[in-house]
T-cell receptor
Framework: DAGITQSPRYKITETGRQVTLMCHQTWSHSYMFWYRQDLGHGLRLIYYSAAADITDKGEVPDGYVVSRSKTENFPLTLESATRSQTSVYFC????????????FGDGTRLSIL | AQKITQTQPGMFVQEKEAVTLDCTYDTSDPSYGLFWYKQPSSGEMIFLIYQGSYDQQNATEGRYSLNFQKARKSANLVISASQLGDSAMYFCAMRVTGRGAQKLVFGQGTRLTINP
């Protein structure tokens, strides 16, 4: 029962570099989400996807790109990393029923120097 | 705009006491859902309890219950007989429907510390 896995768990990179965070779920959930967690802000939605090939912006999408060619994968790319993108990133997935919770991965701690 | 407010940045409680974590919400949508998550120091997000806006009774899950007061727009989490392992960050979240997806809007969280 792998559930939802994120990789890498930790990443250090430099400003201006491209970095991709991976998210893989084994439940065949239709919905997938990317959040970032910063002190004082709780979790904020970056992008989400209702199904393969359907993605949409969340609250803080600037500087990020997503794709979803397969139901089980939802990678998040920072095309040119900035220090303000230093954060903990969480991927989540859920079924389409409204009363069902989102299930979260363990997070990726990203530091941009 | 939908918003979740958690007014208690931190709380300290003696072991075995009950604790109430506050959550107020703002939405004009008559259909919504409220979730509570626990985030221990290890960092993972653990789902605790759910309350739907049309649910007639307050939700309960083991030691967790949700004090849902619709008119006040509050959805407080009550933990009975607190344990040391309850020390964690707690987030209240509201389901928001948009473009075919059930998104969540989170509050800023409350850090709960259980003292022995």
């Amino acid at each position: 029962d792998a559930g939802i896995t994120q990789s890498p768990r930790y990443k250090i990179t430099e400003t201006g570099r491209q970095v991709t965070l991976m998210c893989h779920q084994t439940w065949s959930h239709s919905y997938m989400f990317w959040y970032r967690q910063d002190l004082g802000h709780g979790l904020r939605l970056i992008y989400y996807s209702a199904a393969a090939d359907i993605t949409d912006k969340g609250e803080v999408p600037d500087g990020y790109v997503v794709s979803r060619s397969k139901t089980e994968n939802f990678p998040l790319t920072l095309e040119s990393a900035t220090r303000s993108q230093t954060s903990v990133y969480f991927c989540a997935s859920s079924v389409s029923r409204a009363n069902q919770p989102q299930h979260f991965g363990d997070g990726t701690r990203l530091s941009i120097l | 705009a939908q918003k979740i407010t958690q007014t208690q940045p931190g709380m300290f409680v003696q072991e075995k006491e009950a604790v109430t974590l506050d959550c107020t919400y703002d939405t004009s949508d008559p259909s919504y859902g409220l979730f509570w998550y626990k985030q221990p120091s290890s960092g993972e997000m653990i789902f605790l309890i759910y309350q739907g806006s049309y649910d007639q009774q307050n939700a309960t899950e083991g030691r967790y219950s949700l004090n849902f007061q619709k008119a006040r727009k509050s959805a407080n989490l009550v933990i009975s007989a607190s344990q040391l392992g309850d020390s964690a960050m707690y987030f209240c979240a509201m389901r928001v429907t948009g473009r075919g997806a059930q998104k969540l809007v989170f509050g800023q969280g409350t850090r709960l510390t259980i003292n022995p």
